[in-house]
C-alpha cells in the first residue's frame, strides 16, 4: 500500500471507530480510551505498540477489549474538550501522552485510572502523585525525567558529533510549561552560548531558522513539545533545508529525515503501558502502582541527512549510536 494511501486508511479509520465503539460497548466489553498528542498517520508506531502489547497479554479488540482513540492533531488547545469527551464514556481506564493530555483527563477525572505515558515534568511537583512509589490518586505510568537532563545530552551528543561547533539554539514551545522551565536551567549555566527560539506554530519555525543561520548559530536541539512531533517530517525538512545539524527527542524524527535523536523509545513506553492496564483491569488500583521509568534509551543518526548537511560524522560516533539509518 503506497504511503498516501495508508494515510487516508489511518484517517478514515479515526472517523469511523466511535461507531464501532458504541456497538462493542452494548456487548460489556470492558473499555479503553487512549488519547495522543499527535496525528493519527504519525501516531501509528505508538498505537501499534500498545495493541501489540495488550495482544501478548490476551487481550483481542472485539472480543474481550474494546479501544477507543482520541488524537489532538498536535494541537494542545483541543486536550480538555477532547479529555472530556474521554470521561462521559466511563471507560475502565484512559492512556494519556503528553503533559498537556495527562494534565487534561486528569482535570476532567478524580476517579477513572489514568496511565500517563512519557510524562517530562515531575509527577508529584504537578499534584499527580504523593511520590512515585505509590502515587495515592488515579495516576500511574511513566515518568521520562523531564527535558533538562536529556537536552544536556543531546548537547552533548552534538558536540562530539560535529566538535567544531560553539553556538546552539534551542527549539522550544513557551506554552509548554516543561519546555520554559528547561531553558531556564540552561540559561543559568555560565559559559553556555545557547540561544532560545520560541515557536508555537509550525509558521514561526522559517523564522526562527532564519534567524539561526543569520546570527551563525551551528547547531540546534528541539524540545519534545507535541507540536513538533507531530511535524516531525516537515520540521526535519525544513532544518536540513537551512543548512543547520538538529538533534531531536525521538527516533521518529530521524526516521522522518531528521540528522539524530536521542530520548527513550516512545512505542515501547506504549508497550509497557498496556501492562499497567492490564493489572487495572485485573483490579489493581493506580494509586498502588508505582510509577515507572523508561528502560529503554537509544541514540539514532541518519547517514543521509549528514551527507545532506555536508558532515562528516566519525566512525567512532557511528559506534556509540543504537542505530544508523542510510
Not at 113 to 123: E, K
Not at 295 to 300: D, G, S, T
Request: aromatic share 6%; charged share 20%.
Amino acid at each position: 500500500m503506497r504511503r498516501r494511501d495508508f494515510t487516508k486508511a489511518i484517517a478514515a479509520s479515526a472517523v469511523a471507530w466511535p461507531f464501532v465503539v458504541h456497538a462493542q460497548r452494548s456487548s460489556g466489553l470492558p473499555l479503553i480510551c487512549v488519547l495522543s498528542p499527535q496525528l493519527a498517520a504519525t501516531a501509528v508506531a505508538n498505537i501499534e505498540a500498545f495493541r501489540s502489547g495488550l495482544h501478548d497479554l490476551g487481550y483481542v479488540e472485539g472480543r474481550n477489549i474494546v479501544i477507543d482513540l482520541r488524537y489532538a492533531e498536535g494541537d494542545l488547545g483541543r486536550m480538555p474538550k477532547l479529555a472530556a469527551e474521554l470521561v462521559a464514556l466511563k471507560p475502565a481506564a484512559i492512556v494519556a501522552g503528553s503533559e498537556p493530555a495527562i494534565l487534561a483527563v486528569r482535570n476532567a477525572t478524580r476517579t477513572i485510572p489514568i496511565v500517563m505515558s512519557a510524562l517530562n515534568g515531575d509527577p508529584v511537583a504537578l499534584g499527580l502523585a504523593d511520590s512515585l512509589a505509590r502515587p495515592g490518586s488515579n495516576v500511574t505510568g511513566f515518568w521520562i525525567e523531564g527535558d533538562v537532563p536529556l537536552i544536556w545530552k543531546r548537547l552533548e551528543l552534538l558536540k562530539d558529533a560535529i566538535p567544531q561547533t560553539s553556538r546552539w539554539g534551542i527549539i522550544i514551545n513557551p506554552d509548554d510549561k516543561n519546555d520554559t522551565s528547561a531553558v531556564r536551567s540552561l540559561l543559568a549555566v555560565p559559559g553556555l552560548t545557547v540561544r532560545i527560539f520560541e515557536v508555537r506554530a509550525l509558521n514561526d519555525l522559517e523564522a526562527a531558522l532564519a534567524t539561526a543561520v543569520r546570527e551563525s548559530f551551528e547547531g540546534l536541539v528541539f524540545s519534545n513539545d507535541p507540536l513538533f512531533m507531530t511535524h516531525r517530517a516537515k520540521v526535519a525538512d525544513m532544518t536540513t533545508h537551512a543548512g543547520l545539524p538538529a538533534v531531536y527527542g525521538f527516533r521518529e524524527f530521524v526516521v522522518a529525515g531528521g540528522l539524530m535523536s536521542y530520548a527513550s523509545s516512545l512505542p515501547d513506553i506504549y508497550r509497557r503501558s498496556a501492562t499497567l492496564v492490564d493489572k487495572i483491569l485485573k483490579g489493581a488500583s493506580p494509586a498502588d502502582l508505582p510509577i515507572e521509568r523508561p528502560i529503554k534509551y537509544e541514540l539514532v543518526i541518519n547517514l543521509k541527512a549528514a551527507k545532506a548537511l555536508g558532515l562528516n560524522v566519525s566512525r567512532d560516533f557511528l559506534l556509540r549510536a543504537d542505530e544508523v539509518i542510510e
